[in-house]
């Protein structure tokens, strides 16, 4: 390489370099309201992170088409791929939260961790629905988390419930052994202090069983399971790693009727290559799936139709993408709520659009006209409950299809709330944060 | 013409043994420290100081740590990401159980700690070589995965292994906006780069080159290999550790071990020979090679306004990336610090090159 070369690389190199840098935070149009969306379609994740992110951009696409935004305002978005890795995630933040962000879904919970710290000094709302800081629900606290519909604790007490009305009663459930097998990550970590808590409570014996991520390698957690004959197993898992543990599973011989998922370990892409293999495993599931819901039929007639999906046709309304529409739907009624008291067809800001999702209120007849009648239970969130519902049901793998097998569940108040009120005041002591006052919740 | 030298005698050793003997490279380096100080907080955009600047001089600070190991004491590691996260971990402890703990003292103390354990880790490299050693480093990098993973007094029993600090501040000043964070690690990165380049233009880095060029032939002419290997671990992890510390402390605010894995040791790895092995300013080129290169190929599409494809745009970076390095590695074997390098003995000669 001569030095002529050497210097119009460098200089081309700085050129695009210098262009990145010299890029000034684009103020957002009039009348768009932009929403960063952060997603990962690459990586061990990507079989289920890209229904997730195919969801929400054809719900945004579809509201667009259908109803011309909200109230007149466009909706407009970017996508920025993270990989499911936290410091990924992080400079996907940084890059999209300089344009008018209105909110950010992470779809990750160790990104949820890192931006936690940085959302409040931003003002710009996360919205983790299903997943994140169980303790975000106490809004006193994390007045920027929004761990809508469930958390991981939520999740876990949900499964102790069922597998106590399984054997006649959670006090059946003493002398049980409950192994939790888990991502070896803060996703798979956040539902053991409940399962603990549980455990003392009903006297049965919880074994944890961690599995590196990104679990394409369990043999040793599953001879673990195999030496410890549990009762019951207890699958935190995400991506690969589930349809591995349940061909582990089928290849130690486990029951696969005696395992149960949480609701990111039930969905298609996790079973569907074990096919029979997985019949009779059960995951929770915070939502239906299916293409018969009206808004699933939206999508199909006004984007899709169109030949403007973002995904393949047949993915439409599976379990991942329904979760994604109703983030995404969630989202945009959190603006729309925000419309209601800041003005409606203007562009909301990320404080505003906080204020809405702190005031949703989804009831059935909301819900109706949303074409979400069936997909999920009415949500009603407040200053203090960040969570607005915390529904859930069984979902069980026929080889085919997922079926429902449960009725639908609450996870029990009595155990949470001193459970989260504990941890969300560790956090803000650990923070030097105080709780907010009652005139703040009315702001 | 530039790089005019006429007139610049040397009459003493001192003056001859300097960092920077030629005028015009010293002068170059001061104004460059001088920019990055006062003109960058000027001009740079919040993204910028968050997502590119603090991560590319953390990076580069770790990169220099081991450099100091592989290139200068030819000890290859890949537990680079072990020590990150020993100190990153140990800054932690210290900072949070002693209350009152200043974060400096906290960061350097975390880089003791990464000392030590750097030193144990070390120790095998006086019996096995090369690739061998290697793969023992490699297994500080899978203890210290699992130590942080389920000893949970690491992580002050936090319940899902993640922690985090607030309420950063040096001497009063607090370290909270991007600008003060990316001052901060420049400060940091300045002080161990000139301590860094003074240690390896000493007696201590010399012995490190000779144990690097010929580990026999530097006994036979006196140097202790177990001290001179030793040291070089331990000169390396307090660096990195130190590293370990910023990237917990400064950049991510809250982590997990998955921060410091094993894809982090690699990356570092592939920084110091990129950038080039046994070079200061090699760390440097590593780190911004490794670190600027995907995430502007990642945001070129959109600048460009090309529609694209999310999973093709980062499928994109991956492949051109991966040529690039190939590329630099066939041109360059010795990476970009060489490049550097000739580009200025060549401006030494211009106009007339000989």
């Known amino acids: ?443 | 013409m530039i790089y005019r030298e006429n007139g610049q005698f040397k009459t003493s050793y001192r003056a001859d043994q300097q960092i920077f003997p030629i005028l015009q490279d010293k002068l170059f380096i001061l104004g460059l420290v001088a920019f990055a100080a006062l003109a960058v907080p000027m001009l740079a955009s919040e993204y910028t100081f968050r997502a590119i600047l603090t991560p590319f001089l953390i990076l580069s600070l770790a990169a220099m740590g081991l450099n100091v190991l592989v290139g200068y004491c030819g000890q290859i590691s890949l537990g680079t990401g072990a020590f990150m996260a020993i100190g990153a971990y140990g800054a932690y402890n210290f900072f949070v159980r002693l209350p009152g703990m200043p974060l400096i003292a906290a960061l350097l103390l975390g880089g003791l700690c990464a000392t030590v354990v750097g030193v144990l880790f070390g120790i095998p490299s006086l019996r096995i070589k090369g690739l061998y050693l290697a793969v023992a480093t490699l297994a500080a990098q899978f203890f210290t995965d699992w130590a942080f993973l389920r000893i949970k007094w690491f992580t002050n029993d936090s319940s899902s292994g993640s922690v985090s600090v607030a309420g950063l501040n040096v001497l009063g000043l607090p370290i909270e906006t991007p600008v003060q964070k990316y001052l901060f690690c420049l400060a940091f990165v300045c002080v161990f780069a000139l301590l860094t380049k003074n240690l390896v233009r000493g007696h201590i880095g010399r012995e490190w080159m000779a144990m690097r060029d010929m580990d026999v032939a530097a006994a036979v002419i006196g140097i202790r290999p177990v001290y001179a290997k030793l040291s070089a671990f331990a000169v390396s992890s307090f660096i990195v550790g130190v590293a370990g510390g910023l990237w917990g402390f400064v950049h991510l605010g809250s982590w997990e071990p998955a921060a410091f894995s094993v894809d982090r040791s690699f990356q570092l790895l592939f920084m110091v020979i990129i950038g080039g092995l046994g070079s200061i300013a090699g760390s440097f080129f590593g780190a911004a090679f490794i670190v600027l290169l995907p995430i502007l190929l990642d945001a070129l599409p959109a600048k460009l306004g090309i529609p694209i494809d999310t999973a093709l745009a980062s499928h994109l970076t991956f492949m051109i990336f991966g040529a690039l390095i190939v590329f630099f590695l066939i041109v360059e074997p010795h990476g970009i610090a060489r490049l550097w390098a000739t580009a200025r003995e060549k401006l030494r000669l211009w106009p007339f090159p000989h």
């Open chain 1, 1 to 443: 390489m001569n030095l002529k070369q050497i210097v119009l690389t460098t200089a081309a190199l700085a050129a695009a370099f210098s262009a990145t840098l010299s890029t000034p935070a684009v103020a957002a149009d009039a009348k768009e309201q932009f929403f960063p969306l952060l997603v990962y379609r690459t990586g061990p994740y990507a079989p289920n992170g890209t229904p997730w992110a195919n969801g929400k951009q054809d719900y945004i696409k579809m509201i667009n088409a259908r109803d011309g935004g909200i109230n007149g305002v466009k909706i407009t978005f970017e996508e920025c791929e993270t990989g499911y890795a936290t410091d990924k995630g992080v400079e996907c933040y940084e890059r999209l939260k300089g344009k008018a962000a209105s909110l950010i879904d992470p779809q990750a919970t160790g990104i949820t961790f890192a931006l936690t710290d940085k959302a409040p000094g931003d003002k710009i709302p996360l919205v983790t629905m299903g997943y994140g800081l169980a303790a975000s629900q106490d809004g006193g606290v994390f007045k920027w988390n929004f761990p809508l519909m469930g958390s991981y604790w939520t999740a876990a007490d949900i499964l102790i419930q069922h597998l106590g009305k399984k054997e006649g009663g959670l006090d059946k459930l003493k002398g049980k052994k409950i192994a939790l097998v888990y991502h070896d990550s803060p996703f798979g970590k956040e539902p053991m202090p409940l399962l603990e808590e549980r455990s003392k409570t009903h006297g049965f014996e919880l074994v944890k069983i961690p599995v590196t991520a990104p679990g394409v390698e369990q043999k040793s957690a599953w001879l673990q399971v195999r030496q410890q004959r549990p009762d019951y197993v207890l699958l935190w898992g995400w991506g690969v790693m589930n349809s591995t543990a349940l061909k582990e599973a089928q290849a130690t011989g486990y029951p696969r009727d005696k395992m149960y998922g949480v609701w990111w370990a039930g969905a298609e892409p996790d079973v569907k290559d074990v096919g029979d293999g997985a019949k009779g495993y059960n995951a929770l599931a915070l939502n239906t799936s299916g293409q018969q819901p009206k808004v699933i039929q939206d999508i199909l007639k006004l984007v899709h139709d169109k030949g403007q999906g973002t995904g393949p046709k047949d993915e439409v309304g599976s379990v991942l993408y329904t979760r994604g529409v109703i983030i995404q739907a969630m989202a945009i009624e959190a603006v729309r709520r925000a419309q209601e008291r800041f003005g409606k067809g203007k562009v909301m800001t990320g404080e505003q659009v906080r204020w809405g999702l702190e005031n949703l209120a989804l009831d059935d007849k909301k819900l109706a006209a949303l074409g979400l009648t069936g997909v999920i239970r009415p949500v009603s969130t407040s200053c203090l409950d960040h969570m607005g519902s915390t529904w859930a049901r069984v979902q069980t793998w026929d080889g085919a299809k997922w079926g429902f097998s449960s009725d639908w569940y609450q996870a029990d108040e009595a155990i949470l709330k001193p459970m989260v009120k504990a941890a969300a005041d560790k956090y803000a002591g650990d923070k030097k944060l105080t709780r907010r006052t009652p005139a703040d919740c009315q702001s």
